[in-house]
Nanobody
Framework: QVQLVESGGGLVQPGGSLRLSCAAS????????MAWYRQSPEKQRELVAS???????NYADSVKGRFTISRDIAKNTVYLQMNSLKPEDTAVYYC???????????????WGQGTQVTVSP
């Protein structure tokens, strides 16, 4: 069974920084694209950033230049470094990964449980 476990959320002042981590565990054969999404009460879930297995990245316009996504393939872990945080970044952040487990041997999308990020004075 595959699990994604996020950590690193919390309360931070505007202009501050946070680093989110998401580790995939279980009987994993391979992991493709890993990504971070976020959802607030006012908005639908939206893609924040993604990183492919080859390392290419994609960012939402609202976070370009402030957030950086990276991954450690050996540790099956993806990170999101968030700098210059704004109140509008407040949301629950979810990790997502395209994982091929040993059984069944086909890729599926997996989600973490979410971690709260609150940006407030």
């Amino acid at each position: 069974q595959v699990q994604l476990v996020e950590s690193g959320g919390g309360l931070v002042q505007p202009g501050g920084s946070l680093r989110l981590s998401c580790a995939a565990s279980g009987s994993i054969v391979s992991i493709g694209t890993m990504a971070w999404y976020r959802q607030s009460p006012e908005k639908q879930r939206e893609l924040v950033a993604s990183i492919r297995s080859g390392g290419s990245t994609n960012y939402a316009d609202s976070v370009k230049g402030r957030f950086t996504i990276s991954r450690d393939i050996a540790k099956n872990t993806v990170y999101l470094q968030m700098n210059s945080l704004k109140p509008e970044d407040t949301a629950v952040y979810y990790c997502n990964a395209d994982v091929t487990p040993r059984l069944p041997l086909r890729p599926s999308a997996y989600w973490g449980q979410g971690t709260q990020v609150t940006v407030s004075p």
